[in-house]
């Protein structure tokens, strides 16, 4: 056993050992429908903890020769796959972890100096009786050591796009580096699985062919590895009913993401906390400071600010992700920015319909500290008077209500206003507060056809009343009001005990002003 050829079993024993941990070894199966074919390159990219490095040592604990895989395996599911014997302990294993080369090195040409020289110690110690043609030169010796052993190679390369992500804009090096990886790797006979995982999806270059033989499971679209993104919503029911936590309030926090057959994945790390704790509370976030968010929220995009607003006040955004370049630099549009939040882990994407959307309440609470500052005061003051706009419609205080909705739109202004759909995102910013007492639905089925926003008090909650809000646009609030009633909105609220406030907004266009009509009822 050496320190990156074939390390051991050590890092995933830990793994498995640790409190929790979620089954994942599913995602062996599809790396071994892969091995030795065309699509033996795979390059996974998701968020910091996102459970990246895990994958990476699992699937060195599987592959690695040198390791005993049945008490290691046995009773996960990859052990019932008809592919688990053929496969397991057959291989030479080299893992690698980019970011710790990078932290160790001044430059490229030192990193890849010291990278071969290291693997060439481990690989010459482990075949000292090879016949090797030029003992310095790396790929010569992999191949050396191939055609004697008949075993070939699974590379493992864990944090592979840090050179692009802390050496922005070094593209000099940054092209180097893609060189080495493909001369290391592409058209390689000994290489049966290259595995790169990272935050980035790999960097475009043009017309210089980098890496293109690799195939992309990122956060937009990770095809078949969807599932194991992060947990699934059946693995989080589980995990809530053991430790014994609210699965409702659990989806809140940290659902979100959603992918093409797999409708609801979790942050992984936050649950996991959240688990251990007891407590629902921002945790992936403290991994990053919300800095990190405000410097590409504050970039000066034509459209982004206004896109920001909408997303923050609960609406999507569709957006166009082939222009980004898979940097953190090279940024021209608001789509690009957008897109790398995606990545981030951020924004959830929505693939068949080409949007984005704040994924889970965690996040929102990233977006509404980023924007705490000067540059987006109108949102703050927005956030921050939204205690009192709620109170004001649970005392039916009609003219409170319509002035504190008129002071958020002209405040926010940049929204195009200009129909009940941006006069939705308004309300909806204007009572940011109400996400702490209440379900926010959107186009809720009510009766004959859907209220424009409901909101819906959660369980612990039930001392408040629910609302229905209709919003109108160059009519009268009285109209409003009425098309709740024949919308027969208590039809929907069977399940529902308690008062109901039936909210009427209006806005005219022509006097620039808002007005408002609450009535209350009881079911």
Sequence with gaps: MGIYLNPGAGKFQEDIHSQIYVDMTGMISFTNKVLSTQQKYLCVSRPRRFGKSMAANMLCAYYDHTV????????????????????????DVIKLNMQEFLSRTDNMKELLERLKKILLRDLLRTYPSIDYFDQNDLIECMQDIYVVTHRKFILIIDEWDCIFREEKNHKKEQDQYLDFLRDWMKDKEYIALAYMTGILPIKKYGTHSALNMFSEFSMENPRQLARYVGFTGEQVKALCKKYRMDFDECKRWYDGYSFLGIPSIYNPKS????????????????????????????????GLRDAIIKLIAGGRQRINTGTFVNDMVSLHSADDVLTLLVHLGYLAYDFEREEVRIPNHEVEKEFINATDNKNWGEVARAVRASDALLQAIWEQDETSVAAGIEKTHFETSQLTYNDENALSYTLSLALYAARRYYTVVREMPAGKGFADLAFLP???????????????????????????KEKRYGEFLQGYHGGILIVGVNYDKKTKHHTCKIEKVEK
Excluded: C, H
């Design 68 to 91: 005993d895989q049945q008490p290691l395996f046995s009773g996960y599911e990859i052990a019932t796959d008809e592919s688990y014997e053929k496969y397991a302990g057959k291989f």
């Design 271 to 302: 649950v996991v906390e959240a688990m251990l704790g007891g407590v629902y509370d921002t945790y992936w976030n403290r991994t990053e400071t919300y800095e990190a968010l405000r410097i590409y929220i504050d970039l000066d995009m034509d």
């Design 458 to 484: 959660r369980p612990a909650n039930g001392d408040k009343p629910a609302m229905l809000v209709e919003l109108k646009w160059n009519q009268d609030a009285d109209t409003a009001i009425r098309q709740i």
